[in-house]
């Protein structure tokens, strides 16, 4: 029987296998190990995004040449972000600054895998009063732990199509922080005449995610949103809460000005639609703003607040980083956090117009700089305007359990009070961690 | 009537032809397209305002990935079939105490969910200094191939006895049957474990993100993956990625088409 393979002798087919194993070798000679070991000061960094080409970058950058301390950025991505960031503490050699999920700060703060950046806050008589309080305030444990650093926030607002407004004839929303002409139902009533179902054009799109949730119930009146402030209890299922639900679920299913649920689900399908002139008022988080600048070229699109009700604010997430307690260069970590949230740091991130530097003097130098939108120096107001998100231990199980639940009221099919009603005990079971 | 019913049966393949395609047309049509006219309602399969440069920005970012990916899957498909064929060869043809026994112990590790044994795993290799190396994207794959040795046993099985005994009394060692006999009558099996082999390893993404930490090792799907933002996606460059990345895949399915057929077709006839 003669094939090709059989002219192969076993001694080179053997010598095939070693090649083969050197070869192995050789690919796996490629790593680099842990930067941080040796020489100067130095430190590694992690986050869920790409910080090429980012100010983070440029402001890692000059830390570096400011502190002699040399950074190594590993990269990552948002999928499974946060897996890797499990895996990492729990294998004991975290990165020495890491980003972390506002949801987890409770939880890896209550199982101690966080490093209580207080005593650094004392021994440098940090001045915190140049801090957005509410923002700074965040990662403050029960016990007077500070385990986790704020770099920036990310507050909502409505970013509208200007164009889409002046063709129908409509007020534009106001240009500060104010209620007058803008309640809910003002926003409904312009939502009504900025729908064209001819073109497929939505007056306003609103239930999206849980900044929704807790800027809506805590303007309707509600005095903790989505969770208790002790973080027990599901709070969105009370009759206030559901109320404010179910008014954003209306726009969809009673007033028909708002996308149907079922053709939302694709990812970023509204930030396309707004570009594409499809919405003209979208309830939306900062981080938006870079997509629009690059995407948006036909028509002109600005920000305004939340519409007033009992309350006129705005949740905000948060842009966390900690230091692991297994860091092993906790000092330098320590060194860039507090750089990255100093007035020097916070101008150069503000100019990714992403999000707004805790750092109030920083902040208040947000101006649009001939870029839309024209107001976005109300992403710095909104400090003055935000809910407090309460933490919990297990936030990400909680969602996991009521999330999905709300699909059957923003599919029209049920009310939210009494979906939320019916998940409710899941909820709080979930709570407890 | 014959030709009714032969005209219908096209008609039924050339839709579901069409229906598997679509996705494919579409990922094209949309890395071709500006940024802001990727998603329409209803979905747009030719671009109206080509814009190749969304390739230009892709390939300015990807060719450390691509080599990196295409360096893993060549070490996971030759040490898989390597080391899967003799492994398969072993439970199917060699008769040695506990063999059967060993068999199954090697089905039942394929049960425990890899996320189970995630961290011990991540600390071992830790120990061992793999962390931020690509040996953990290829050497416990390579060694412990459960579905590829099934595959292979499967073949060895359906294999006559008769053309190993000519082989042994024509003096030829077991590697020698093994080598020279056996193994080429499994061609279509070897097919089809490359193909699935080379998909895992083309599309890994957990792996690399769990176990690299500098970029110059990281795989094609974490750079995919990087246009992916916590607020929104630029889906005209990931869908030119994307494009780009498929491209090894259907040349390697088309490459060993033939035999990856037969190869599913044809293991399991006897066990």
Known sequence: M?????????????????????????????????????????????????????????????????????????????????????????????????????????????????????????????????????????????????????LGYEPRLIFYNVDLFKQAGVPLPPTTWSADGWTWSDFEDKAKKLTDPAKKQYGALVYLDTGYEQTFTVNHGSQTGIFSKDGTQFTLSDSKESEALQWATDLTCKDKVQPPWSALQQDSIQNQMFAQGKIAMMFATFGTVPYMRQTVKDFTWDVAPPPGDVEQKTESSVIVFCVPKKAKNPDAAWDLLKYLASEDGGKILLQGGAFTPINLKAAAELAPNGKAPAHIGLFAEAAKHLTATNQTKNTIGARELYRPALDTAYNCEKPVADVLQGVKSQVENALKG | ??????????????????????????????????????????????????????????????????????????????????????????????????????????????????????????????????????????????????FATFLMRQSFLTIPNELEDAGKIDGASTFGIYWRIMLPQTKPALAAIGVFTFLESWNDLFGPLIYITSENLQTLPVALAQFQGEYFTKISLLMAGATISVVPVIAVFLFAQRYFIQGITMTGMKG
């Open chain 1, 2 to 150: 003669q094939t090709q393979l059989s002219n192969l002798s076993r001694r080179r087919f053997l010598a095939g296998l070693t090649g083969l194993t050197a070869a192995g070798v050789m690919a796996g000679c490629g790593g680099n190990g842990n930067a941080g070991g040796s020489g100067g000061k130095s430190l590694t960094f992690l986050n869920w995004e790409q910080v090429k080409g980012n100010p983070l970058e440029q402001a890692i950058s000059a830390f570096e040449k400011e502190s002699g301390t040399k950074v190594t950025i590993q990269p990552a991505v948002t999928q499974e972000y946060d897996t890797k960031m499990r895996t990492l503490i729990a294998g004991g050699s975290p990165p020495d600054v890491m980003r972390i999920n506002d949801d987890f700060v409770r939880g890896f703060s209550q199982q101690g895998a966080l490093l209580d950046l207080k005593p650094y806050i004392d021994k440098d008589k940090l001045d915190t009063s140049q801090f957005a309080k509410e923002t700074f305030d965040f990662p403050l444990q029960p016990d007077g732990s500070h385990t986790a650093w704020v």
């Open chain 2, 1 to 146: 009537m014959r030709i009714v019913g032969k005209t219908s049966q096209y008609v039924v393949m050339t839709l579901f032809a069409v229906a598997f395609l679509a996705p494919l047309v579409w990922m094209i049509s949309a890395s071709l397209r500006p940024e802001a006219k990727v998603l329409s309602s209803p979905p747009k399969f030719l671009p109206t305002d080509t814009q190749w440069s969304n390739y230009g920005e892709v390939f300015d970012l990807i060719p450390v990935f691509l080599w990196n990916s295409v360096k893993l899957a060549a070490f996971n498909v030759v040490g898989i079939l390597i080391v899967a064929s003799m492994a398969g060869y072993a439970f199917a043809r060699l008769r040695f105490a506990g063999r059967d026994i060993a068999f199954m112990v090697l089905l039942a590790t394929s049960i425990i969910p890899g996320i189970a044994y995630l961290i011990p795993q991540y600390i071992v290799f830790q120990h061992i200094g793999w962390v931020d190396t690509q040996y953990p994207l290829w050497v416990p794959k390579v060694l412990t191939p459960v």
